[in-house]
């Protein structure tokens, strides 16, 4: 019996949930797109449904101004999650950097995160959560890595150094 219970409970732990599965129906309005704009820059980000029922996070990041990020946000969560959980994005970048970022809490002022590069063609990014670090504005803190039971946004942000456009494409984002 206690080895079924054992079982049982290692199948429910490797479930996967969905945080977010794109389709041509998705509702996107609760996703938030913010700027370099909020400190003078000038980039420009839009997150839209393409007609194949996918995310597009693009736009143009400027450095001008002091500008040089443009990020999506998505604060309408309550994600259980542990340190053994792993984030997976089902996307297609564009050969480009960008940051995945997690909160605990949506009123906190620094996100955990971690950097990934896209290939340019669809690819599954696994990312372990207790991998990622805390930061603001571009400075790690120093306070452990996440290490909470729950995920209250998610977000998307490049900010490479560079005047660049940009185009991710989203899927999923699935935690595990």
């Known amino acids: 019996m206690i080895y079924i219970v054992y079982i049982l409970l290692s199948f429910i732990s490797m479930q996967q ?12 309005k609760d996703w938030r ?8 820059g000038l ?10 029922g996918h995310a ?20 309408s969560l309550d994600v ?3 340190k053994k959980s792993k984030v997976i994005l089902k996307i297609k970048g564009d050969g480009k950097k960008y940051q995945f ?35 603001f504005r571009g400075g790690k803190l120093n306070q452990p890595n996440f290490s909470h039971n729950t995920i209250e946004e998610i977000a998307f942000l490049i900010a490479n150094k560079k005047e660049e456009d940009f185009k991710l494409t989203i899927d999923s984002i699935d935690l595990k």
């Open 101 to 135: 970022r997690i909160k605990n809490n949506k009123e906190n002022y620094y996100s955990y995160i971690t950097t990934f590069q896209t290939s340019g063609d669809w690819e599954e990014i696994v990312i372990p959560v207790k991998e990622m670090f805390p930061s």
């Open 80 to 82: 259980k999650a542990s």
């Open 33 to 40: 797109v913010i700027n370099d704009g909020v400190m003078g």
């Open 17 to 28: 949930e969905t945080i977010f599965d794109f389709n041509k129906s998705s509702n996107i």
């Open 56 to 75: 597009i996070f693009h736009g143009h990041v400027s450095t001008r101004n002091n500008g040089g990020f443009s990020s999506v946000r998505f604060s």
């Open 43 to 52: 980039s420009k980000g839009s997150f839209d449904l393409s007609s194949e």
